[in-house]
């Protein structure tokens, strides 16, 4: 979308130029005491200047619904149900042999800690993507890649992750561990409306005992695909713990972590990070895009609403005289600007309709690079086209209010 606001962002220097050349142009043409008269423009001029205002009232219109949009699908994209909770999640990486050897140690006298719900070892963390593996169902002689993610027992607890049906892998149960345990994306995939008791082999044949729910393991960009959680992690070693907790004093935890660590494991390098905040990493390019797009919003807005109220004032100004007359003929202030300003809200609506396909074209375009999006309502463009129209009636109506106010009998002697 954001080529498309550039252009946009060209359109409204463009016909701002134009807009504001003209003003310029009709101000310079005539003498001082003819500019304030109530001089119809020609036919001709008149159809320029109301293009003019038009093709700026579809700008503003197009960039204040793209604008809203945006906002939507972003704010979308952070509150959509992820599957799993990621907010409060330490997340240790257990970096050189030690660790990795000794991680269990590590995770018993973490769960003793305060604020620590629950302790899990996994092969890596989800928040950008897994490892991809080859693994043949059951039924199949190809191999299909599938995303792999080896974890204890404890995974579910930790990230909160619901299961959909069978059992989850327990240290009660070890006949349970050559097991795997798919997501739904998989089961749909291969066609298995009952996965519990069927096969995939890899490294031997693995029985499937339970299916989780769907969660994103990777960017909302891309829709959930397969995943097989194994029991079994390659070598016997996990890689990462993550801390499932509670409470606001991170730094407190933090430091009662790495005191455990350096107790057990001595110099072994430390490290850690807060699993929100990578993926608040992953789509800081989306803010960026946000804030950059928000910017060039409001700019080309106020420079198009700003041509726009320029011809209003001009426009106004020649019909002085006109409504002096009105006066003169009995009408009232309310009705000289009602007039003024149903001229001036055809000219909205019909920018409205003229942009909404446009708009409606670009923001689709841009809401598929997102597997989950907003829809595109209707009401989008009424809402966009009603903020854009209360404002136009506003400044006009103050516009208007103050033309029909003047002394009529000034108004009819200006010459």
């Known amino acids: 979308m954001l080529p498309a606001l550039l252009a946009l962002f060209v359109a409204v220097m463009l016909v701002g130029g134009i ?67 990621r907010e409060k999640v330490l997340v240790l990486p257990l970096t050189g042999e030690t660790a990795q050897k000794n991680y269990a140690v590590l995770q018993q006298q973490l769960r003793v800690l305060p604020s620590v719900q629950q302790v899990s070892a996994v092969s890596e963390i989800p928040y950008n993507g897994i490892t991809n593996n080859g693994f043949v169902p059951e039924g199949d002689t190809k191999a299909l890649i599938i995303h792999q993610l080896d974890a204890d027992e404890h995974l579910l607890e930790a990230f909160h992750i619901r299961m959909k049906a069978g059992s989850w892998f327990s240290a009660s149960r070890p006949d349970l561990a050559n097991g795997y345990v798919i997501n739904e994306a998989l089961a749909k995939i291969l066609g298995w409306q009952t996965p519990i008791g069927k096969t995939i082999s ?23 695909e397969p995943l097989i959680i194994t029991n079994k992690p390659s070598g016997g070693m996990y890689s990462y713990l993550a801390i499932k907790y509670t409470g606001s004093d991170a730094a407190n935890l933090v430091a009662s972590v790495q005191q455990s660590w350096k107790n057990i494991f001595g110099a072994t390098p430390f490290d850690y990070w807060f699993l929100d905040d990578a993926f608040n990493t992953v789509y800081k390019s989306e803010e960026q895009f946000r804030q ?66 446009a708009a409606w074209y670009y923001i689709h375009s841009w809401l598929q690079n997102f597997a989950y999006h907003i829809g595109i309502s209707p009401w989008l463009f009424v809402a966009c086209s009603a903020a854009v129209l209360v404002v136009t009636i506003c400044v006009i109506s103050l516009q208007a209010a103050k033309a029909a106010m003047a002394n009529p009998v000034k108004s009819l002697r200006m010459e």
């Open 202 to 224: 890899r490294d031997g044949v693995h029985p499937i005992i339970g299916v989780v729910s769907d969660f994103h393991f990777a960017s909302l960009h891309d829709r959930v």
């Open 292 to 357: 950059v797009f928000m910017y060039f919003s409001v700019l080309s807005v106020v420079l198009s609403l700003a041509g726009v109220f320029g011809l209003v004032a001009l426009t106004v100004k020649q019909r002085v005289k006109e409504f002096g007359i009105r006066k003169v003929l009995g009408a009232n202030t309310m009705s000289i600007i009602l007039i003024t300003v149903k001229e001036f809200a055809a000219l909205v609506v019909l920018a409205a309709i003229i942009i909404t396909p």
């Open 19 to 85: 807009a504001g050349s003209y003003v310029a142009y009709y101000l310079s043409s005539f003498d001082i005491s003819r500019i304030f008269k109530a001089v119809l423009l020609k036919s001709s001029q008149s159809r320029f200047k109301k293009g003019l205002i038009v093709a700026q009232f579809a700008i503003a219109t197009g960039l204040v619904a793209c604008t809203a949009a945006v906002a939507m699908q972003l704010r979308y994209s952070k509150t959509l149900d992820m599957g799993f909770d």
